[in-house]
Every structure is written in structure tokens, then in C-alpha cells.
């Protein structure tokens, strides 16, 4: 039950563009084709997910250990950097198709914030999801963060289609482009806000 609410709180409640804001930049650049925001969501799932999974050992068998917590931030810049690096790698040498479809998503991913924002937030808030409140375990953050990147995932398919739509359309010439994109998102994170009260 704990991870069913997981998931439901980070893909609806607590989704990481639409009710926290971190990875505004690919939302709104990446956005205009539902192609190109259907593969930076797949390197977005599968970068946070693998991120957070490492991030969190280092924190709790290096960090914490050591104690070096007040490390964090800047240790996990780098590992996200050097997985990204790493998976690129790999991605080109195993499967060269993949790599193709992947294209510029890859090395974008570095720089996204939400990435980090995850990696961070599993191993300093703590969750109350129809409890006590508590630190996350490995389980609950692999969890956490894979139902975060769909709720990522989700927001950005839903945002492009709606944008391919606009596009079909007749705007005003002061709302074309970013203005009509913004609108649009302010209304998509106000009909997700009618989840709040689910957990």
C-alpha cells in the first residue's frame, strides 16, 4: 500500500514540473513535438531513476559515513554527470540504435535540475505518505524517483500534444510561441492540483 501512494503522490499530487517546478527548461524547449518529448521523457525515466539509485548508496555507505554529508550537492552533480557520460557510452557501444533515438536527450539530462532535485530530495525530506513521517529506504526511493520521472514523463507528453494542437490553431500574434506555451502550462498545473486531495 505505502508504494501505491508513492506512486500516485509523485505522478499526480507532487508532480516535479507541475506542482514543484524543476525541469522547466526541457518542459518548455523540448515540448513543441510530441516525438521529441516522448524520447527526453524515456532519458529522463531511466537518468533519474539510475541517479537516484546511486546518489542514494553514496550518500548512506560514502557521505554519511564519513561524515561529509554537507558534500552532497556537489557530489552528486558529478555522479549524475558521470553516469550520463557513462550510459552514453555503453548506450553507443550495446545498442547503437537506442543511442540514435536517444540522440541529444542524453547530454540535455545533465543539466536538468530535476534530476537533482530527486537525487536530493530522497536523502534529505523526509515523506509522509499515510503515516509517520520518515526517511525513505532503498526500495521506496528507486520507487520515488522512477514514479517521479513519469510524472515528469506525463506532464511532458500531455504538454506536447496540447502545444501540437495550438499549433493547428489561430493565436492571437501577441500570445504565438513562449506567451500561448505558458498559458497553457498554467492551466495543465492547475488541473493537476485537483489531485491534491487524494493523499
Same mark, same amino acid.
Given at each position: 500500500?505505502?508504494?501505491?501512494?508513492?506512486?500516485? /503522490?509523485?505522478?499526480?499530487?507532487?508532480?516535479?514540473?507541475?506542482?514543484?517546478?524543476?525541469?522547466?527548461?526541457?518542459?518548455?524547449?523540448?515540448? @513543441?513535438?510530441? /516525438?521529441? #518529448?516522448?524520447?527526453?521523457?524515456?532519458?529522463?525515466?531511466?537518468?533519474?531513476?539510475?541517479?537516484?539509485?546511486?546518489?542514494?548508496?553514496?550518500?548512506?555507505?560514502?557521505?554519511?559515513? =564519513?561524515?561529509?554529508?554537507?558534500?552532497?550537492?556537489?557530489?552528486?552533480?558529478?555522479?549524475?554527470?558521470?553516469?550520463?557520460?557513462?550510459?552514453?557510452?555503453?548506450?553507443?557501444?550495446?545498442?547503437?540504435?537506442?543511442?540514435?533515438?536517444?540522440?541529444?536527450?542524453?547530454?540535455?539530462?545533465?543539466? @536538468?535540475?530535476?534530476? =537533482?532535485?530527486? #537525487?536530493?530530495?530522497?536523502?534529505?525530506?523526509?515523506? /509522509?505518505?499515510?503515516?509517520?513521517?520518515?526517511?525513505?529506504?532503498?526500495?521506496? /526511493?528507486?520507487?520515488?524517483?522512477?514514479?517521479?520521472?513519469?510524472?515528469?514523463?506525463? #506532464?511532458?507528453?500531455?504538454?506536447?500534444?496540447?502545444?501540437?494542437?495550438?499549433? =493547428? @490553431?489561430?493565436?492571437?500574434?501577441?500570445?504565438?510561441?513562449?506567451?500561448?506555451?505558458?498559458?497553457?502550462?498554467?492551466?495543465?498545473?492547475?488541473?493537476?492540483?485537483?489531485?491534491?486531495?487524494?493523499?
Amino acid at each position: 500500500m505505502e508504494y501505491i501512494l508513492i506512486i500516485i /503522490s509523485a505522478i499526480f499530487v507532487n508532480n516535479i514540473l507541475l506542482s514543484q517546478f524543476m525541469g522547466i527548461c526541457p518542459f518548455l524547449g523540448v515540448s @513543441n513535438k510530441l /516525438s521529441t #518529448a516522448v524520447g527526453m521523457s524515456g532519458a529522463v525515466c531511466f537518468v533519474i531513476t539510475l541517479a537516484t539509485l546511486v546518489t542514494y548508496l553514496f550518500q548512506y555507505y560514502v557521505l554519511v559515513p =564519513l561524515g561529509i554529508e554537507f558534500m552532497q550537492t556537489i557530489a552528486f552533480i558529478l555522479i549524475i554527470a558521470a553516469l550520463v557520460q557513462m550510459v552514453e557510452i555503453v548506450l553507443k557501444k550495446v545498442s547503437p540504435s537506442l543511442y540514435q533515438a536517444l540522440g541529444i536527450f542524453l547530454p540535455l539530462i545533465t543539466t @536538468n535540475c530535476a534530476v =537533482l532535485g530527486v #537525487a536530493l530530495m530522497v536523502v534529505t525530506n523526509e515523506f /509522509s505518505y499515510g503515516g509517520e513521517p520518515h526517511m525513505l529506504d532503498l526500495g521506496e /526511493s528507486v520507487v520515488f524517483a522512477f514514479a517521479t520521472s513519469l510524472g515528469f514523463g506525463l #506532464a511532458m507528453i500531455l504538454f506536447a500534444g496540447l502545444r501540437e494542437q495550438i499549433a =493547428l @490553431n489561430k493565436v492571437p500574434k501577441a500570445f504565438r510561441g513562449i506567451p500561448i506555451a505558458l498559458v497553457t502550462a498554467s492551466i495543465l498545473a492547475m488541473a493537476f492540483m485537483g489531485f491534491s486531495g487524494l493523499v
